[in-house]
């Protein structure tokens, strides 16, 4: 039978990813995130894994190339595809917050937000009611208040030294982020026994931690 496909984000998550594979039992090299490779064969456990950009992973998971995805749950609220999301796997944790300079000014006829989530950002003031410009960004978000290009900002915030730095501080915390185990809706049941079995390693894994914390 053909290999599974496991897309995997490249970045911050893939390392945490690695490791959750390897402590469940599946024998990934632990430099495989050390070459320039994007696909990588583990023929006795007859799955693939593909390196992807983040906002890529819930786009192969959706079209099936991908059969299982691991993602941050910011990247599936903004890319809102039609695919299961299956397991919370608590690393990356970080969590969306509304941000600006200190003294908010209530009176903003229509704020100006800038973002890296537009989609999301949309949803989010619409279903407030609130009207809102939303501007989208690819990266150093915090400069947007700062140089007055938008008023607030919503943004990833893990530590807080970013917006600290910056002289920002959080309006609202908005909602918890983590990375995720997303699946193929057709994949889900063609390959049911393959899946669940995956599925079923990480969460034993997980539960472990859980309870040595
Ligand atoms: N401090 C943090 N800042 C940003 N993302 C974080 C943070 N902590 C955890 N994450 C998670 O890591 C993911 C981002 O990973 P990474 O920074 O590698 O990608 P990216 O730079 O956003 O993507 P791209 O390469 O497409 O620009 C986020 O989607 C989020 O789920
Ligand atoms: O609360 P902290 O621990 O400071 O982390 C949050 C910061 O990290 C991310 O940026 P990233 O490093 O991905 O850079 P970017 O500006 O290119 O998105 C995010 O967009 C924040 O700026």
Same mark, same amino acid.
């Given at each position: 039978?053909?290999n599974?496909c ?7 998550l893939?390392?945490?990813? @690695?490791?959750? =594979?390897? %402590?469940?039992?599946? *024998? ?6 050390k070459?320039?490779? #994007?696909? =990588?064969e583990?023929a $006795? /456990?007859?799955?693939?894994i ?6 890529? @992973? ?5 079209y ?8 941050? %749950? ?11 999301? +299956? ?7 970080? &969590? =969306?917050?509304?941000?600006?300079? !200190? ?9 100006? @937000?800038?973002?890296?989530? !537009?989609? =999301? ?6 279903s407030?009611? /609130?009207?809102?410009?939303v501007?989208?960004? *690819?990266?150093?978000i915090?400069?947007?208040? #700062?140089?007055g ?15 600290? $730095?910056?002289?920002? +501080?959080?309006?609202? *915390?908005? &909602?918890?982020?983590?990375? &995720?185990? @997303? +699946?193929?809706?057709?994949?889900m %049941?063609?390959?049911?026994d393959?899946?669940s ?10 539960t472990e ?5």
């Amino acid at each position: 039978m053909e290999n599974l496909c496991i897309a995997m984000a490249k970045g911050r998550l893939a390392k945490e990813a @690695v490791k959750l =594979f390897r %402590k469940a039992g599946y *024998n990934l090299p632990e430099n495989v995130l050390k070459s320039r490779k #994007l696909i =990588f064969e583990f023929a $006795e /456990e007859n799955f693939e894994i593909i390196l992807v950009k983040p906002a890529d @992973v819930p786009i192969y998971v959706e079209y099936g190339t991908a059969d299982l995805g691991i993602v941050g %749950k910011d990247t599936l609220l903004e890319e809102n595809r039609d695919l299961y999301e +299956v397991l919370d796997l608590k690393y990356g944790a970080c &969590r =969306f917050a509304l941000a600006g300079l !200190p003294n908010r000014s209530e009176t903003l006829l229509e704020r100006k @937000v800038a973002t890296k989530y !537009p989609d =999301f950002t949309r949803r989010y003031f619409r279903s407030r009611g /609130e009207p809102v410009e939303v501007i989208k960004l *690819n990266g150093s978000i915090e400069l947007a208040p #700062l140089t007055g290009l938008a008023d607030t900002i919503l943004d990833i915030v893990e530590t807080g030294r970013t917006l600290k $730095e910056n002289g920002l +501080v959080v309006y609202e *915390n908005v &909602r918890e982020l983590s990375a &995720r185990l @997303v +699946v193929n809706k057709v994949s889900m %049941k063609t390959r049911q026994d393959e899946i669940s079995k995956i599925i079923e390693s990480l969460d034993r894994v997980l539960t472990e931690e859980e309870n040595n914390d």
